[in-house]
Structures are given as structure tokens and as C-alpha cells.
């Protein structure tokens, strides 16, 4: 099987190409260093020739109004480009929740992706994966100081990029599921729980202040970032995956 992955360079893209080749398939990584430009096309039809499946895990580079452009543009382009193709099956990767809530403009950015994907005229798959461990530490950056973390109660049940990568896989190399498979970590955490478990194992004595002002997850309301009953619950622990990368 043939697969392009969009944004084939990045954190999870990169892993994505490496899981699919040690299984057999032709993995293609196609991304603005290998001379594709999902903002005007170019390049575009030569990544996809020949491609059974196509893999989105291409980012915004802003997480303002501004993203809603990017994925707008770019998911009409790819979706034209995988049509003309013969691409057999879409695949995009989102956000558990993504479209509860309508207050964070990177959040409607990916609901619209989404919808432009189930619109469009090609057998599609959506997963929706929640928070990545490896984000935890610039989530407690956008709100501390030399002194003190300020964060949330949301809750969150984090998950690490390799898992995020095998749920992408898993989906990409099945039939499409015309639907949405939410995949999530094994434990729920309130995010200033996560804040101070993370600051213990990198013996950083900050104290974790609980604002529920603080930061983008302040905008979430309840329990949406958690994925639902329905969620597909990864085998990495946080803590495991803490003490490891420390």
C-alpha cells in the first residue's frame, strides 16, 4: 500500500512514515522540505501519484484566527489534488472535543477541517487524539514565570505522540471509517494535578497556583478534552513516559 503523509517530517508525521515503512507499506513523507506547498498546491499532484491513502498531520503555523485559513485552503487543495488522484481514503488527525469548543479559534480551525473532510468526495477516516504528553511542558510555559505556574482544573487525559502515531496507523492502513475514532490516555488528570506530577520529576520546586483564568484551557468548559466512554484508551501512563524522558 502506498501512503502520503502531509507534514511527513514532523513530530508525529515522522513516526508515521517510520511505523508504516516497518510494516510493509511505501510511505511517502510529503511536507515543504520535500517541495510541497499546501498553501498554493505545488507539488501536490506528484506527492500523491499513485497513493492509496493519504495521512494529514500537517499543523497550522499560528494557533490564532489566522488557522482558519490555513486549514480551510489546505484541506480543499489536498482533498482536489487526492480526487484527482484516485486517492481511495483520507485520513486526518484532530482533537478529542475539537468541536465543543467554538471558543478557541485553533479548535473551530480543526472542526472545519473536519467538516471539509466529510464533504468532500473521498472515503474519509478522522482521529481524534487527545492532548500529547510531549506538549505538557509548553503548556506550563504559556502561564509561569520564574516563580510561580498558573493552570487550570481542566481535565485532560493525555496521551504520548508514539501512541497518537500507532491509532494513526491502526486507522490508515484499515478500511475508512467514514467517522471519527477518539483515542486517549489511560488516566484523567485535572491539568494543575498534571502541572505539579510534572514538576516533581524535573525537581523544579515551583508552586502550581490552580487559576481557572490561566491559559487556553481555561476557554474548555467540563469534561470534553477527556474523550467520551466510546474513547480507545492508549497503554502509556504519563508518569511511565515521565520518568523515562527524565
Known amino acids: 500500500m502506498k501512503v502520503t503523509v502531509i507534514g511527513g517530517t514532523g513530530l508525529i508525521g515522522s513516526q508515521v512514515v517510520r511505523k508504516l515503512t516497518e510494516a510493509g507499506h511505501e510511505a511517502v513523507p510529503a511536507a515543504p522540505s520535500t517541495g510541497v506547498d499546501l498553501i498554493s498546491g505545488a507539488g501536490l499532484d506528484q506527492a500523491l501519484a499513485g497513493a492509496d491513502v493519504v495521512v494529514n498531520v500537517a499543523n497550522s503555523p499560528t494557533f490564532d484566527e489566522a488557522s482558519l485559513d490555513f486549514f480551510r485552503t489546505t484541506m480543499t487543495n489536498l482533498l482536489a489534488a487526492g480526487e484527482r488522484a484516485g486517492v481511495g481514503h483520507q485520513v486526518v488527525l484532530s482533537i478529542v472535543g475539537v468541536d465543543q469548543v467554538p471558543q478557541l479559534d485553533y479548535y473551530r480551525a480543526k472542526t472545519l477541517q473536519e467538516e471539509l ?4 468526495p473521498t472515503p474519509y477516516s478522522i482521529v481524534r487524539a487527545t492532548q500529547f504528553f510531549e506538549f505538557v511542558d509548553a503548556i506550563i510555559s504559556w502561564t509561569s514565570d520564574d516563580s510561580t505556574v498558573r493552570l487550570p482544573a481542566t481535565p485532560v487525559r493525555p496521551m504520548a505522540a508514539a501512541d497518537v502515531v500507532a491509532a494513526v496507523v491502526d486507522v490508515a492502513t484499515g478500511a475508512p471509517l467514514n467517522g471519527i475514532r477518539n483515542v486517549a490516555g489511560p488516566d484523567a488528570y485535572a491539568l494543575d494535578e498534571l502541572g505539579r506530577i510534572t514538576l516533581a520529576t524535573q525537581h523544579d520546586g515551583r508552586p502550581v497556583v490552580t487559576d481557572d483564568s490561566a491559559g487556553m484551557f481555561a476557554l474548555v468548559t467540563g469534561d470534553v478534552l477527556i474523550g ?7 497503554p502509556t501512563r504519563y508518569q511511565d513516559w515521565l520518568q523515562s524522558a527524565h
Open 117 to 120: 473532510l466529510r464533504q468532500g
Open 228 to 234: 467520551g466512554p466510546d474513547a480507545h484508551l492508549a
